[in-house]
Structures are given as C-alpha cells and as structure tokens.
C-alpha cells in the first residue's frame, strides 16, 4: 500500500519553462517530505525538503509547497534547464529511520 | 570524497545461491538503509540500522538480511535468491536516520536472478 504517490510517471517541459511536479501522500504522520532527483546510473541525490509545519520552502530554482489540508505536495522548477532531465522522487517520513518513496516521475527538458 | 561505495554494481545469479552485496559509507554517519528500485514501485525501504547492532525492518524484508556489525558498513545478503528479488538496489546513508535529514545514495547494485 503505497502512502505516497506520484501520479504522473513523465513530464516533457520546453528549457526556460516551468515543470511543476506533483506527490500525493495518504498518511497524515508524515513530518518530513525530501525531493531526490536521480540521473541515469548513478543513485538518488537530495534536491530541498520541507518540514510538515511549513507550506513552502525555496532553494534557488526549486520551490516545494505543502497543502496539508489536500495531502499534497508539489516541486516547481523555475526556470526548467537542460541538465534538470531526470527523475525525481518525492520522500516521506513519519518514524525515524522509516521512509516512503513515490515512484517517482521522469522530467525531460526540451530545446 | 564522501561517498556510499555498493559493490558489485552488477550481478546475474540463479536462484539460491546465497549473495552478498556490501554497503561501505566514510562519512561516519549513524544511519544506513537498503531500498530496492522497481518500475511503477519506485525506492521501497527493505531494512534500515539506527546505529552498529541496531536494524530493524522496512516495508519489504522479505528474503532479505542485513548485519551492522561495524559503523561503516551495512551488508545486504540473500540467502536463496528468487527471481522476484531481481531488482535496483540502493544503499543510503545519513548522520541519524531523523526525518529532516537527507540521506546519500550509493550508486546502485542490478541484480538478475535466473
């Protein structure tokens, strides 16, 4: 049983564009949501977080919002470049040393 | 350089056969965990150790052990393989294991079980 979601398994986004990335999440435990981004052949990296206590957090070009009430997170990317072709996941935890992840959702940047 | 170092990063076997991948991180860090990677499933959590003798179960243990009998490494071991445990799998670190803390990634490990 999955307690967190991505729905979405690809996103296609022209560079210089918004992507907008969305998770949604079942368990209302959750005090700690992580963004990873993975490239090919290599593992998971940490992207930015956001505590459960807050509705937005902001590094750089990555902004992640938090909708409590909806269960619902989503990362914006601003502006979309090239080398944000990836996957990313979103994370969840509730308990220390436990995590959920999505599956995880495959951003192509396009010229 | 810090670093989560998984070895083998590939390995085909048939099923049974006892594996072993290890999990080796030089950042001193308290908390380690395996995930496996699977399409439409993305990173489930197999075991995860707080600290050296402490483990305890993720969401798919199943056919799975682990050991932490030092701080810096972190075996996963099969010890009769099956083909459902064909899979990615990933080896993770981080200084305690508490929720806000991001967590480093080994590079991964592809198993095929025939």
């Known amino acids: ?111 | 350089e810090a670093q989560v170092t998984q070895n083998p990063r590939y390995l085909i076997t048939v099923t049974g056969k006892k594996l072993t991948v290890t999990c080796s991180q030089n950042m001193n860090h308290e908390y380690m965990s395996w995930y496996r990677q699977d399409p439409g499933l993305g990173l489930r959590q197999i075991y995860y150790s707080m600290n050296v003798e402490v483990t305890d179960k993720g969401d798919v243990p199943e056919g799975y052990k682990v050991s932490r009998k030092e701080k810096r490494n972190f075996p996963l071991i099969l010890e009769s393989p099956s083909p459902n445990q064909t899979s990615l799998y990933f080896c993770a670190s981080s200084f305690t294991g508490s929720s806000n803390q991001p967590q480093h990634f080994g590079d991964g490990t592809r198993l095929s079980i025939l």
């Open chain 1, 1 to 111: 049983d999955q307690q967190v979601k991505q729905n979405s398994p690809s996103l296609s986004v022209q560079e210089g564009r918004i992507s907008i990335l969305n998770c949604d999440y079942t368990n209302s435990m959750f005090d700690y949501f992580l963004w990873y981004k993975k490239y090919p052949a290599e593992g998971p990296t940490f992207l930015i977080s956001i505590s459960s206590i807050k509705d937005k957090n902001e590094d750089g070009r990555f902004t992640v919002f938090l909708n409590k009430s909806a269960k619902h997170l989503s990362l914006h990317i601003v502006p979309s470049q090239p080398g944000d072709s990836a996957v990313y996941f979103c994370a969840a935890s509730a308990l220390w040393g436990k995590f959920q992840f999505g599956a995880g959702t495959q951003v192509v940047v396009t010229p």
